[in-house]
């Protein structure tokens, strides 16, 4: 029986030409990424990256239109499950409320599970800015010139 792991993701794109970026701290590794997560059983992808976005950052987003889909295999790190991973173009539709942080993993308390957040300028984003290797292949797609207006 194959086993996959479906994950969605949100690109969200301020006025300064900025993408936001989640540093997190879970199953005692540092990682960044976009904000988005695993689909649950009975999900699509639409409503499982709004449910993300509210879980996450406690904020409501439109859909704007897919960006990119994993075209190729890609092993879980957390299991035996092959990784689909779907990123969506997302905006807010309330203003964003979260603590922005200007540096990596600026986290704000101590545990087990940590999130942080901050802007990438998309002029200046690498793929060294992210850690695992879906993330960093949807960074050369941006470095390519996609055009968000």
Same mark, same amino acid.
């Given at each position: 029986?194959?086993?996959f792991n479906v ?6 794109? *301020? ?17 960044? =990424? #976009? ?6 059983? /009975?999900?699509?992808?639409?409503? /499982? ?16 239109? !897919? ?17 689909? %991973? ?16 200007? =540096?990596p993993f600026d #986290? ?12 990438? %300028?998309?002029? !200046? ?10 993330? =960093?292949?949807?960074v050369e797609l941006? *470095?390519?010139?996609?055009? #968000? %207006?």
């Open positions: 029986m194959a086993l994950r969605v993701y949100g690109l969200l794109v *301020n006025d300064e030409h900025q993408i936001l970026i989640s540093d997190e701290k879970e199953y005692g590794m540092l990682f960044s =990424k #976009f904000p988005g997560g695993g689909l649950e059983y /009975g999900e699509g992808l639409i409503d /499982g990256l709004k449910r993300e976005f509210m879980e996450e950052c406690n904020m409501p987003i439109e859909v704007i239109k !897919h960006f990119y889909t994993t075209d190729y295999f890609v092993k879980s790190l957390f299991g035996e499950a092959q990784l689909i %991973s779907v990123y969506y173009l997302v905006k807010n539709i309330a203003p964003v409320n979260l603590p922005i942080k200007t =540096k #986290f704000d308390t101590e545990g087990e599970v940590l999130q942080a957040f901050r802007w990438a %300028s998309l002029e !200046h984003i690498t793929p060294t800015d992210v850690t695992f290797p879906i993330d =960093k292949h949807v941006l *470095n390519k010139g996609y055009e #968000f %207006s």
